[in-house]
């Protein structure tokens, strides 16, 4: 079983930032894929960022060049950082782990998800 805590969220002004944290506990984090997702009013959960448990990194094209996935495996954390904001960023954001190799883009490959953290860009 993996545990897993979002943090950082709130509001921002388009061409801001923020940094997403999660953090999880239940079992070893070091081999374990990590995902985020986020999920708009009125609209699909969609995919975000993944990295693997070796570092590889995948993006949806929406956010390549201005969101960052990172971990720290000796905190047992995922990061995602977010740079020039838009307001279409607007969503809840779950962070989601896998007990698998690859940085997958699919959601349902996830086990393990968080509660969520809201992320506003006002314009």
């Known amino acids: 079983q993996v545990q897993l805590v979002e943090s950082g969220g709130g509001l921002v002004q388009a061409g801001g930032s923020l940094r997403l944290s999660c953090a999880a506990s239940?079992?070893?984090?070091?081999?374990?894929?990590m995902g985020w997702f986020r999920q708009a009013p009125g609209k699909e959960r969609e995919f975000v960022a993944a990295?693997?448990?070796?570092?590889?990194?995948s993006y949806a094209d929406s956010v390549k060049g201005r969101f960052t996935i990172s971990r720290d495996n000796a905190k047992n954390t995922a990061y995602l950082q977010m740079n020039s904001l838009k307001s279409e960023d607007t969503a809840v954001y779950y962070c989601?782990?896998?007990?698998?190799?690859?940085?997958?883009?699919?959601?349902?490959?996830?086990?393990?998800w968080g509660q969520g953290t809201q992320v506003t860009v006002s314009s």
């Open positions: 239940g079992r070893t984090f070091r081999r374990t894929a």
């Open positions: 989601a782990a896998d007990d698998r190799f690859d940085a997958t883009m699919r959601d349902y490959e996830y086990d393990y």
């Open positions: 990295i693997s448990w070796i570092g590889v990194t």
